[in-house]
Protein backbone atom coordinates (compact mmCIF):
# COMPACT_ATOMS: atom_id res chain seq x y z
CA UNK A 1 0.00 0.00 0.00
CA UNK A 2 1.06 3.79 -0.34
CA UNK A 3 2.19 4.97 2.87
CA UNK A 4 3.17 8.36 1.56
CA UNK A 5 0.77 10.49 -0.90
CA UNK A 6 1.21 13.89 -2.32
CA UNK A 7 -1.00 15.09 -4.72
CA UNK A 8 -0.14 18.40 -6.69
CA UNK A 9 1.90 20.07 -4.20
CA UNK A 10 3.29 23.09 -4.40
CA UNK A 11 5.09 25.54 -2.30
CA UNK A 12 5.62 29.24 -2.56
CA UNK A 13 7.76 31.71 -0.44
CA UNK A 14 6.56 35.60 -0.35
CA UNK A 15 8.86 38.10 0.34
CA UNK A 16 6.51 41.41 1.04
CA UNK A 17 8.26 44.49 -0.27
CA UNK A 18 10.33 46.53 2.11
CA UNK A 19 9.22 50.56 3.16
CA UNK A 20 11.24 51.70 0.24
CA UNK A 21 9.81 49.19 -2.45
CA UNK A 22 6.15 50.28 -1.59
CA UNK A 23 6.62 53.58 -1.64
CA UNK A 24 8.29 53.34 -4.91
CA UNK A 25 4.99 50.97 -5.59
CA UNK A 26 3.30 53.85 -4.89
CA UNK A 27 4.99 55.93 -6.85
CA UNK A 28 3.83 53.98 -9.64
CA UNK A 29 6.73 51.74 -9.85
CA UNK A 30 6.45 48.42 -11.73
CA UNK A 31 7.69 46.31 -8.39
CA UNK A 32 6.00 43.47 -6.82
CA UNK A 33 6.39 41.02 -3.90
CA UNK A 34 8.90 38.55 -4.26
CA UNK A 35 7.96 34.83 -4.69
CA UNK A 36 10.10 31.65 -4.62
CA UNK A 37 8.54 29.24 -6.47
CA UNK A 38 10.25 26.32 -4.24
CA UNK A 39 7.96 23.13 -5.29
CA UNK A 40 5.67 23.57 -8.27
CA UNK A 41 3.01 20.65 -8.39
CA UNK A 42 4.81 17.15 -7.31
CA UNK A 43 2.87 14.36 -7.17
CA UNK A 44 4.40 11.09 -6.10
CA UNK A 45 3.77 8.20 -3.87
CA UNK A 46 6.09 6.12 -1.38
CA UNK A 47 4.79 2.70 -0.55
CA UNK A 48 5.50 0.54 2.57
CA UNK A 49 8.86 -0.51 3.18
CA UNK A 50 10.06 0.87 0.42
CA UNK A 51 13.17 3.61 0.12
CA UNK A 52 12.37 6.22 -2.26
CA UNK A 53 15.75 8.79 -3.44
CA UNK A 54 14.86 12.18 -4.09
CA UNK A 55 17.57 13.32 -6.39
CA UNK A 56 18.63 16.89 -7.90
CA UNK A 57 21.09 19.92 -7.57
CA UNK A 58 21.26 22.45 -5.27
CA UNK A 59 17.88 24.71 -5.09
CA UNK A 60 15.91 22.21 -7.08
CA UNK A 61 13.51 22.19 -3.98
CA UNK A 62 13.87 18.90 -2.66
CA UNK A 63 14.67 19.91 1.19
CA UNK A 64 11.56 21.78 0.81
CA UNK A 65 9.80 19.25 -0.06
CA UNK A 66 11.12 17.14 2.66
CA UNK A 67 10.15 19.41 5.21
CA UNK A 68 6.75 19.39 4.29
CA UNK A 69 6.60 15.79 4.07
CA UNK A 70 7.92 15.83 7.61
CA UNK A 71 5.37 18.33 8.56
CA UNK A 72 7.42 21.45 9.30
CA UNK A 73 6.50 23.54 6.41
CA UNK A 74 2.62 23.36 5.48
CA UNK A 75 2.61 23.55 1.79
CA UNK A 76 0.75 26.45 -0.62
CA UNK A 77 -1.26 23.90 -2.52
CA UNK A 78 -2.10 20.52 -2.95
CA UNK A 79 -2.43 17.85 -0.44
CA UNK A 80 0.22 15.32 1.51
CA UNK A 81 -0.94 11.97 2.99
CA UNK A 82 0.10 10.00 5.20
CA UNK A 83 -1.94 6.25 5.39
CA UNK A 84 -4.63 8.30 3.50
CA UNK A 85 -5.10 11.35 6.56
CA UNK A 86 -3.21 14.86 5.89
CA UNK A 87 -1.91 14.80 9.85
CA UNK A 88 1.89 13.96 9.82
CA UNK A 89 2.43 13.03 13.54
CA UNK A 90 5.18 11.56 14.78
CA UNK A 91 5.36 8.53 12.90
CA UNK A 92 7.31 10.80 10.16
CA UNK A 93 10.87 12.13 11.65
CA UNK A 94 13.26 13.86 9.59
CA UNK A 95 17.37 13.64 9.81
CA UNK A 96 18.82 17.09 8.92
CA UNK A 97 21.90 17.41 6.39
CA UNK A 98 24.14 19.11 9.16
CA UNK A 99 24.35 16.92 12.08
CA UNK A 100 26.00 19.93 14.39
CA UNK A 101 23.68 22.52 13.77
CA UNK A 102 20.50 20.39 14.39
CA UNK A 103 21.92 19.88 17.84
CA UNK A 104 21.34 22.13 20.45
CA UNK A 105 24.96 22.46 21.72
CA UNK A 106 23.86 23.10 25.33
CA UNK A 107 21.84 19.74 25.73
CA UNK A 108 24.10 16.76 26.16
CA UNK A 109 22.75 13.45 24.16
CA UNK A 110 20.70 11.50 26.89
CA UNK A 111 18.76 14.95 26.92
CA UNK A 112 18.38 15.33 22.78
CA UNK A 113 17.83 12.06 22.31
CA UNK A 114 15.52 11.40 25.43
CA UNK A 115 13.42 14.32 25.64
CA UNK A 116 10.41 13.54 23.01
CA UNK A 117 9.50 10.27 23.69
CA UNK A 118 9.71 11.34 27.68
CA UNK A 119 7.10 14.03 26.44
CA UNK A 120 5.39 12.21 24.11
CA UNK A 121 4.74 9.04 27.18
CA UNK A 122 6.65 6.93 24.80
CA UNK A 123 8.79 5.57 27.79
CA UNK A 124 8.63 6.54 31.69
CA UNK A 125 11.25 8.17 33.08
CA UNK A 126 12.39 5.65 35.18
CA UNK A 127 12.89 3.24 32.27
CA UNK A 128 14.82 6.15 30.00
CA UNK A 129 18.10 5.20 30.67
CA UNK A 130 17.78 1.93 29.65
CA UNK A 131 15.86 2.74 26.50
CA UNK A 132 18.40 4.89 25.62
CA UNK A 133 21.18 2.25 25.97
CA UNK A 134 19.61 0.46 23.67
CA UNK A 135 18.71 3.05 21.05
CA UNK A 136 22.30 4.28 20.96
CA UNK A 137 24.00 0.70 20.77
CA UNK A 138 21.57 0.31 17.77
CA UNK A 139 22.69 3.27 16.27
CA UNK A 140 26.60 2.00 16.87
CA UNK A 141 27.23 4.32 20.06
CA UNK A 142 28.71 3.57 22.76
CA UNK A 143 26.11 4.53 25.96
CA UNK A 144 28.88 5.41 28.29
CA UNK A 145 29.10 8.73 26.41
CA UNK A 146 25.71 9.73 26.39
CA UNK A 147 26.32 12.59 29.37
CA UNK A 148 28.72 14.07 26.51
CA UNK A 149 27.33 17.21 24.84
CA UNK A 150 27.50 17.74 20.60
CA UNK A 151 31.32 19.51 20.38
CA UNK A 152 32.92 16.66 22.16
CA UNK A 153 31.76 13.76 19.04
CA UNK A 154 33.25 13.52 15.35
CA UNK A 155 31.06 14.34 12.22
CA UNK A 156 30.06 10.53 12.05
CA UNK A 157 29.23 10.16 15.59
CA UNK A 158 26.96 13.33 15.31
CA UNK A 159 25.29 12.15 12.36
CA UNK A 160 24.18 8.49 14.36
CA UNK A 161 23.03 10.86 17.71
CA UNK A 162 20.40 12.64 14.74
CA UNK A 163 19.36 9.32 13.87
CA UNK A 164 19.05 7.94 17.55
CA UNK A 165 16.93 11.51 18.01
CA UNK A 166 14.75 10.64 14.95
CA UNK A 167 14.16 6.70 16.09
CA UNK A 168 13.37 7.59 19.66
CA UNK A 169 9.30 7.97 18.67
CA UNK A 170 9.48 5.02 16.62
CA UNK A 171 8.84 6.38 13.83
CA UNK A 172 7.69 4.23 10.15
CA UNK A 173 9.10 6.75 7.83
CA UNK A 174 12.19 8.78 7.75
CA UNK A 175 12.85 11.52 5.85
CA UNK A 176 16.92 12.23 5.37
CA UNK A 177 17.92 15.57 4.10
CA UNK A 178 21.09 14.92 1.97
CA UNK A 179 22.25 12.74 5.27
CA UNK A 180 25.66 11.95 4.39
CA UNK A 181 26.99 14.95 2.45
CA UNK A 182 28.99 16.60 5.07
CA UNK A 183 30.65 13.25 5.95
CA UNK A 184 33.80 11.90 5.09
CA UNK A 185 33.31 9.25 2.02
CA UNK A 186 34.68 6.32 4.62
CA UNK A 187 31.93 7.46 7.23
CA UNK A 188 29.31 8.03 4.63
CA UNK A 189 29.64 4.21 3.87
CA UNK A 190 29.57 3.18 7.37
CA UNK A 191 25.80 5.44 8.09
CA UNK A 192 24.72 4.32 4.44
CA UNK A 193 25.09 1.11 5.86
CA UNK A 194 23.18 2.12 9.48
CA UNK A 195 20.15 3.03 7.11
CA UNK A 196 19.87 -0.67 5.91
CA UNK A 197 20.84 -2.12 8.85
CA UNK A 198 17.75 -0.34 10.48
CA UNK A 199 15.31 -0.53 7.87
CA UNK A 200 15.73 -4.36 8.04
CA UNK A 201 15.41 -4.26 12.22
CA UNK A 202 12.19 -1.95 11.96
CA UNK A 203 10.97 -2.20 8.86
CA UNK A 204 11.40 1.90 8.18
CA UNK A 205 10.14 3.49 4.52
CA UNK A 206 12.45 6.17 3.89
CA UNK A 207 12.76 9.21 1.47
CA UNK A 208 16.34 9.57 1.14
CA UNK A 209 17.16 13.28 -0.07
CA UNK A 210 20.44 13.78 -1.80
CA UNK A 211 22.02 15.63 -4.99
CA UNK A 212 24.67 12.55 -5.06
CA UNK A 213 23.28 9.83 -7.79
CA UNK A 214 26.35 7.80 -6.85
CA UNK A 215 24.59 7.67 -3.50
CA UNK A 216 21.06 7.35 -4.02
CA UNK A 217 22.06 4.03 -6.72
CA UNK A 218 23.03 1.78 -3.74
CA UNK A 219 20.62 2.76 -1.36
CA UNK A 220 17.02 3.47 -3.20
CA UNK A 221 14.55 1.04 -4.72
CA UNK A 222 12.75 4.07 -6.84
CA UNK A 223 14.39 7.17 -7.46
CA UNK A 224 12.70 10.57 -8.58
CA UNK A 225 14.54 13.07 -10.13
CA UNK A 226 13.69 17.24 -9.55
CA UNK A 227 14.45 20.00 -11.44
CA UNK A 228 13.92 23.67 -10.40
CA UNK A 229 10.99 22.52 -8.31
CA UNK A 230 9.42 20.19 -10.81
CA UNK A 231 9.58 16.26 -10.91
CA UNK A 232 11.32 15.42 -14.46
CA UNK A 233 11.73 11.80 -13.92
CA UNK A 234 10.66 8.78 -12.07
CA UNK A 235 11.58 5.24 -12.19
CA UNK A 236 13.05 1.95 -10.10
CA UNK A 237 16.29 2.36 -9.10
CA UNK A 238 17.50 0.02 -11.91
CA UNK A 239 15.69 1.54 -14.73
CA UNK A 240 17.22 4.98 -13.92
CA UNK A 241 20.45 3.82 -13.86
CA UNK A 242 19.81 1.47 -17.29
CA UNK A 243 18.00 3.93 -19.28
CA UNK A 244 17.37 7.21 -18.33
CA UNK A 245 15.22 9.23 -20.07
CA UNK A 246 14.89 12.69 -19.41
CA UNK A 247 17.88 14.79 -20.47
CA UNK A 248 18.89 16.56 -16.89
CA UNK A 249 18.68 12.73 -15.96
CA UNK A 250 21.38 11.79 -18.60
CA UNK A 251 23.76 14.55 -17.55
CA UNK A 252 23.66 13.78 -13.98
CA UNK A 253 24.76 10.50 -14.85
CA UNK A 254 27.45 11.70 -16.21
CA UNK A 255 28.68 12.90 -13.60
CA UNK A 256 28.53 9.93 -11.57
CA UNK A 257 32.15 8.66 -11.18
CA UNK A 258 32.53 4.58 -12.21
CA UNK A 259 35.76 2.49 -12.30
CA UNK A 260 35.11 1.78 -15.74
CA UNK A 261 35.50 5.34 -17.22
CA UNK A 262 38.84 6.96 -15.62
CA UNK A 263 39.89 8.04 -19.02
CA UNK A 264 36.54 10.37 -19.59
CA UNK A 265 36.88 14.21 -19.22
CA UNK A 266 33.67 15.32 -16.32
CA UNK A 267 32.10 18.16 -18.19
CA UNK A 268 29.26 20.22 -16.07
CA UNK A 269 25.74 20.83 -17.07
CA UNK A 270 25.68 23.80 -19.02
CA UNK A 271 25.37 26.85 -17.21
CA UNK A 272 23.78 27.78 -13.69
CA UNK A 273 20.34 26.26 -12.60
CA UNK A 274 17.90 29.42 -12.58
CA UNK A 275 16.28 31.28 -9.82
CA UNK A 276 13.43 29.88 -8.69
CA UNK A 277 12.13 33.98 -8.20
CA UNK A 278 12.26 33.69 -11.86
CA UNK A 279 11.71 30.43 -13.61
CA UNK A 280 11.43 30.27 -17.34
CA UNK A 281 8.76 29.79 -19.39
CA UNK A 282 7.68 26.31 -20.84
CA UNK A 283 9.73 23.37 -19.63
CA UNK A 284 12.28 24.82 -16.76
CA UNK A 285 15.24 22.85 -18.13
CA UNK A 286 15.03 24.12 -21.77
CA UNK A 287 17.81 26.62 -21.27
CA UNK A 288 20.73 23.97 -20.70
CA UNK A 289 18.86 21.16 -22.51
CA UNK A 290 20.53 20.49 -25.72
CA UNK A 291 17.96 18.91 -27.76
CA UNK A 292 15.48 22.67 -26.93
CA UNK A 293 13.21 22.69 -29.44
CA UNK A 294 10.37 26.22 -29.84
CA UNK A 295 7.88 24.18 -28.18
CA UNK A 296 9.96 23.73 -25.10
CA UNK A 297 10.49 27.10 -24.51
CA UNK A 298 6.49 27.67 -24.47
CA UNK A 299 4.63 24.75 -22.95
CA UNK A 300 6.13 22.59 -19.66
CA UNK A 301 5.65 18.94 -20.59
CA UNK A 302 3.35 16.87 -18.55
CA UNK A 303 5.05 13.97 -16.46
CA UNK A 304 4.22 10.73 -19.14
CA UNK A 305 4.84 6.87 -18.76
CA UNK A 306 6.87 5.93 -20.98
CA UNK A 307 7.52 2.58 -19.65
CA UNK A 308 6.33 -0.11 -16.75
CA UNK A 309 6.43 2.56 -13.89
CA UNK A 310 8.54 4.69 -15.40
CA UNK A 311 7.68 8.59 -15.63
CA UNK A 312 9.39 10.93 -17.77
CA UNK A 313 8.80 15.03 -18.62
CA UNK A 314 9.74 15.22 -21.90
CA UNK A 315 8.68 16.61 -25.23
CA UNK A 316 11.12 14.38 -27.07
CA UNK A 317 9.02 11.30 -25.86
CA UNK A 318 5.91 13.25 -28.06
CA UNK A 319 7.99 12.69 -31.44
Known sequence: MNLLELEHVSKRFVQPLDLAGRIARALG????????HAVDDVSFSVKEGEVVG????SGCGKSTLGRMVAGILPPSAGTI????????????????QDPF???????RVDDIVGEAPLVHGIVQKADLSGYLDELLLRCGLDPSYKRR??????????????????LAVKPEFLVCDEAVAALDVSIQAQILNLFMKLRGELGLTYLFISHDLGVVEHLSD?????YLGRVVESASADEIFRAANHPYTQALLKQVPRLDTRKTQFKPIVGEIPS???PPSGCHFHPRCPHAMARC????PALKEVGSGHLSACHLNDR
Not at 54 to 57: A, D, F, M, S
Not at 101 to 107: D, E, I, T
Not at 222 to 226: E, G, L, P
Open 101 to 107: ASLNPRM
Open 276 to 278: PLA
Open 54 to 57: LVGE
Open 81 to 96: RYRGEARIGLQVQMIF
Open 29 to 36: ADVSDEVV
Open 222 to 226: RVVIM
Open 297 to 300: REQA
Open 149 to 166: YPHQFSGGQRSRIGIARA
